[in-house]
């Protein structure tokens, strides 16, 4: 089993930057690919940022440009820098781990932290 907690998310105003943090156990980190969703108000949870356990990432179109997912293996954190934050941007971020390569789909991914909060104002 995986365990994993985000944690970084706040309120911003449009234009600043947040970093998150997703601390993964329960597994050997270097050996997991993993990905990072979001959930906005009546919306489905849609795909933000992922990598294979080989480096291989990928970004949703909304944030490409604007976010970047990073991996480190030292502390088993996962992170996404999130720079030029939008209001559209305002959702519930969550960290996920797969088995798949397929990393863009949601209903692949078999563990999910609890979400961290981000808010950005105009």
């Known amino acids: 089993q995986v365990q994993l907690a985000e944690s970084g998310g706040g309120l911003v105003q449009a234009g600043e930057s947040l970093r998150l943090s997703c601390v993964v156990s329960?597994?050997?980190?270097?050996?997991?690919?993993l990905g990072w969703f979001r959930q906005g108000p009546g919306k489905e949870r849609e795909f933000v940022a992922g990598?294979?356990?080989?480096?291989?990432?990928d970004y949703g179109d909304s944030v490409k440009g604007r976010f970047t997912i990073s991996r480190d293996s030292a502390k088993n954190t996962l992170h996404l820098q999130m720079n030029s934050l939008k209001p559209d941007d305002s959702a519930i971020y969550y960290c996920?781990?797969?088995?798949?390569?397929?990393?863009?789909?949601?209903?692949?991914?078999?563990?999910w932290g609890q979400g961290t909060q981000v808010t950005v104002s105009s």
């Open positions: 996920a781990q797969t088995s798949a390569y397929t990393i863009t789909n949601r209903d692949l991914y078999k563990y």
């Open positions: 329960g597994r050997t980190f270097d050996n997991l690919n």
């Open positions: 990598c294979t356990w080989r480096g291989t990432c």
